[in-house]
């Protein structure tokens, strides 16, 4: 996987760190094509971003997955976890436009769309990021606006290795306001454990607060400012907590 970020620098040639003016997405897309070249920026997948980004925040990330053998770019996979790559808290990855001159990808976008397809290929079962098909979900007794946190936190639960690579989570159940996970600890996996937080709303990450209650600080100890970004920050502790113990 390639990265391609792009930016505009402050008044300080030496300060590259955030941009300081908005730099127009076509702009930032030549500049991917001139890093990388034609034929890997057909394939490029660009970082759209939520609504509630502000511009501070809002580089121009670019995604080209390429065979580490041939050196060919490559569709995305159709099964692909996109909530692994970097930023994807701030909003949603899309294929990039190709040049309209390479017909041959512009045939395939049109005819199976913009993934490849993974069927036939190693089982998910026994792949190390595939994904738990008998994580029992529940959440018949929630509250209504707590259902997007609960979404956002079990699609990263279901995903091995996302919290450690033996966390094997058994349910996911959210009863009102409470999200209760139960899961299989790495090291004792003899007896079920239970860990529970409070989901927060699309309110309460507006808010941008710290709250410990709903952990909407606990993404590296700044405010989340995305649903994505606080099942991020959720994940992210429980890993830190298994690998040291509170857990």
Known sequence: ?????????????????????????????????????????????????????????????????????????????????????????????????????????????????????????????????GTWDDVALDSSAATRECLPAFTALADRLVVRRRVHERFRPVSVTLVGTDITVTYRHPIDATTDRTVSIVAPTMTDIERRQTDTRHGLSGDGGSYVKTMSGWANGVTGNWRESIAYGPM
């Open 1 to 129: 996987m390639v990265q391609v970020k792009g930016f505009a620098a402050g008044s300080d040639p030496d300060d590259l760190r955030r941009p300081r003016r908005p730099v127009a997405a076509e702009e930032a897309a030549g500049w991917m094509r001139a890093v990388i070249g034609d034929d890997w920026a057909d394939y490029a997948y660009v970082l759209v971003h939520d609504t509630t980004v502000t511009t501070s925040m809002a580089w121009h990330l670019f995604v080209v997955f390429v065979d580490c053998a041939t050196r060919e770019p490559s569709l995305a996979p159709n099964d692909l976890d996109w909530n692994r790559l970097p930023r994807s808290r701030y909003g949603t990855f899309a294929k990039a436009e190709p040049d309209p001159r390479n017909v041959v990808l512009v045939d395939t976008l049109a005819t199976t769309g913009p993934y490849a397809d993974t069927a036939g290929l190693t089982p998910k079962m026994y792949a190390p990021y």
